[in-house]
């Protein structure tokens, strides 16, 4: 069974910073480029990140570029996202997600406020 389980969310000032974590489970990690997104109510998921299988390529959304890195550890099959210099506009539930896989987990919560 595909699993995503997402943690390391939380609340945070302006500025701050934040480490987000994606453990997987259900597939062969190695094999499939990863993706981070986010979502604010009313809004569709924005894909903020995405690294290749290796990991030696990653893109970002503008919005988040120069701020945020993408990692991942295909020993641990997780994920990673660390988000630094957050805005109050970063504030949404972050989710991970295989490409090419339709299963999405719970996602955790990112609060920017002071």
């Known amino acids: 069974q595909v699993q995503f389980v997402e943690s390391g969310g939380g609340l945070v000032q302006p500025g701050g910073s934040l480490r987000l974590s994606c453990a997987t489970s259900?597939?062969?990690?190695?094999?499939?480029?990863m993706n981070w997104y986010r979502q604010t109510p009313g809004k569709e998921r924005e894909l903020v990140a995405t690294?290749?299988?290796?990991?030696?390529?990653?893109n970002y959304a503008q919005s988040v570029k120069g701020r945020f890195t993408i990692s991942r550890d295909n020993a641990k099959n997780t994920v990673y996202l660390q988000m630094n210099s957050l805005k109050p506009e970063d504030t949404a539930v972050y989710y991970c997600?295989?490409?090419?896989?339709?299963?999405w987990g719970q996602g955790t919560q990112v609060t920017v406020s002071s």
């Open positions: 997600k295989a490409v090419a896989l339709q299963y």
């Open positions: 259900g597939f062969t990690f190695s094999k499939f480029e």
């Open positions: 690294i290749s299988r290796s990991g030696g390529t990653t």
